[in-house]
């Protein structure tokens, strides 16, 4: 037995719709799993931009103490080089 034409055209249009629902439906799916990734990825670079911030602020102080320990240092060779000038001073006044 044939089927007449709105039958078939009926039974094609029905196979379409399923068609296209279960592509919506992966379509959904692929947009619920690249809004999770992008979340996921807006999160990490949020926390990549707090330890940033926390690096840089530390890496000032870091070298704000690499400053002062170098004043400090020449500060120390200055002492160290007076008493190498007077102990020398005192021994070429004994002799």
């Known amino acids: 037995m044939k ?3 709105s039958a078939e055209f009926r039974h094609e ?3 379409y ?3 296209f629902y279960h592509q919506s439906m992966r379509i959904d799916e692929r947009l619920d799993r690249l809004t ?3 979340e996921t990825l807006t999160q ?3 926390l990549l931009t707090i330890d940033t911030r926390q690096l840089v602020a530390e890496t000032r102080e870091l070298k704000a103490m690499i400053a002062q320990d170098a004043e400090n240092i020449r500060a120390l060779a200055r ?3 007076i008493h190498e ?5 005192i ?3 004994k002799q």
């Open 3 to 5: 089927k007449s034409a």
């Open 13 to 15: 249009f029905i196979g």
């Open 17 to 19: 719709r399923n068609v």
């Open 36 to 38: 999770e990734r992008h």
């Open 44 to 46: 990490s670079i949020e």
């Open 79 to 81: 002492i160290a080089e």
């Open 85 to 89: 000038r007077r102990i020398t001073r």
């Open 91 to 93: 021994e070429d006044e």
